[in-house]
């Protein structure tokens, strides 16, 4: 089994480029197939997800074509099913946007039920409701989810949550449906935005994507495009929380700030220099960090997806801060892994008290999800000596290259999948 292997205890120093939004791309692969024209699209990240999704629409006989590791061409002309039944299918929660992009486009779509990562129940209800009042059946059986309508019909939509899933899923189905629909309490999330910008760029008429009014008019087809997803919010600010936590000085580069900044204003507050140019940001750790309080929120609150790598920041910096996970229920798993290090952390209900300590020691972990995985990875950076984690597949899933990236900032980070391959490492690392 792949793992990584690191030597914690070198600052990172130097420059790295984030890539393309994993969740923005999800969103945009899944209503390229919206029109019958070739859509292009550029700043693809090459992770598994992405690549998964595009799987998942080949198999319905939308034509893929690679023209470089980040652009794509799709067609979605000769789509011949409406049932996205695949194993695979069901690792990824944002297979439902096919959901949205097939019942838009088809007034039909079955898809298996998604999973995605583990961090406690996810409830679809609001992306059924949304659907239901654009005038869709909503069936769940045999394990899909399956929506078909005889129209689509403009809608007054309110969401009960705050749901970036539900967001997108309806204003994909709307942007074909009859009439004007309104989604109030949207999502903001920049990859919300993003996708709005690609439909409308396809001939959709969305307005007020960022805000939590979202007007969309349906349209009767949309047409080919060519676009550019946004930068990685949470790459980004995965390398920002990086660079804190192994006393670093490392330039992200190719972001958007704006997108960043609940993420900046934590680091500066607990003792990090921050710089922002028009497309990268600059993150020093220089002094000793102390602690903060952090409460995972909607855009543009602190996202949930951050929270893991800040708490690997904060139990090491001086005090006791204290982490309040709004958002999901089960996103703690970490917790366990990092204690196994030496870190000082209770978990009561949603909220972690962290009381910062020294320094990490090495230990071997495993990756309980996505970003608590890549969470795991920075505390192993700042620790003294070797640790190893697994299952590296949850980390697969939306960082490019990560531990590439990591060894150019001067990581001692490698990918290993035998004993013999972690002793030669062992004995190469300085
Ligand atoms: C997306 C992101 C994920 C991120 C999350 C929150 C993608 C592919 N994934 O997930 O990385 O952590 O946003 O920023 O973009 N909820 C309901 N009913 C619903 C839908 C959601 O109650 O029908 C609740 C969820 O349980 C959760 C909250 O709403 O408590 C937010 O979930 P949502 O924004 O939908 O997350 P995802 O779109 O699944």
Redesign the pocket.
Same mark, same amino acid.
């Given at each position: 089994m792949e793992q990584y292997a690191i030597k914690g205890g070198t600052p990172l120093v130097g420059e790295v480029e984030i890539g393309g939004a +994993?969740?923005?791309a /999800?969103?945009i692969l899944a209503a390229s197939i919206m029109t019958d024209e070739t859509v292009l699209i550029e700043n693809v990240p090459d992770v598994r997800?992405t690549n998964v999704l595009l799987q998942a629409m080949e198999s319905i006989g939308a034509i893929v074509t690679r023209v470089d590791r980040h652009t794509v061409k799709i067609n979605g002309s000769q789509i011949n099913s409406l049932t996205i039944e695949d194993d695979f299918i069901k690792k $990824?929660?944002?297979s439902y946007?096919l959901l949205g992009a097939l019942l838009g486009k088809y007034k039909k779509a079955e898809v298996s039920l #998604?999973g !995605?990562?583990n961090? !406690?129940?996810? #409830?679809? &209800?609001? *992306?059924? +409701?949304g659907f239901k009042m654009l005038g869709a059946k909503v069936k769940i059986e045999y394990g899909l989810i399956a929506t078909e309508a005889e129209k689509l019909v403009g809608s007054h939509i309110y969401? &009960?949550?705050?749901?970036? !899933?539900?967001? $997108?899923n309806v204003m994909m189905a709307a942007s074909l449906a009859d009439g004007m629909t309104i989604i109030e309490n949207a999502?903001k =999330?920049p *990859?919300v935005v993003d996708l709005a910008n690609f439909l409308n760029s396809m001939g959709a008429n969305i307005k007020g994507a960022g805000t939590d009014v979202i007007r969309i008019k349906g349209v009767e087809k949309l047409h080919k495009t060519e676009y550019a997803i946004i930068p990685d919010q949470?790459e980004a600010g995965t390398f920002m929380m990086a660079a804190a936590v192994t006393r670093g000085d490392v330039t992200i580069k190719n972001v958007i700030p704006k997108h960043l900044e609940s993420i900046s204003a934590k680091l500066l507050e607990i003792g990090c220099e921050v710089e922002e140019s028009d497309d990268a940001v600059r993150v020093v750790s220089a002094k000793q960090l102390v602690h903060t309080q952090v409460k995972?929120l #909607?855009?543009p609150g602190f #996202?949930?997806?951050m929270q893991p790598q800040i708490a690997v920041v904060l139990a090491l910096s001086e005090g006791t801060s204290i982490v309040t996970e709004? $958002?999901? =229920?089960n996103r703690f798993k970490y917790v366990d892994e990092l204690t196994r290090m030496g870190a000082n952390i209770k978990v009561e209900g949603n909220t972690a008290i962290i009381t910062g300590v020294n320094k990490y020691t090495g230990a071997s972990l495993t990756a309980p999800d /996505?970003?608590a995985g890549a969470a795991l990875v920075i505390a192993g950076l700042a620790a003294e000596g070797y640790t190893t984690v697994d299952d590296i597949k949850y980390i697969e899933r939306?960082y490019e290259d990560f531990h590439v990236k990591l060894q150019n900032l001067g990581a001692q980070i490698e990918k290993v999948t035998t004993e013999k391959d972690f002793k030669k490492f062992q004995l190469q690392a300085v």
């Open positions: +994993k969740n923005a /999800l969103a997800d $990824i929660r944002a946007y #998604p !995605g990562c961090i !406690g129940s996810r #409830p679809i &209800d609001q *992306h059924i +409701k969401m &009960d949550v705050v749901t970036v !899933g539900a967001t $997108i999502a =999330e *990859h949470i995972t #909607p855009y #996202p949930t997806d709004s $958002i999901f =229920e /996505l970003r939306g």
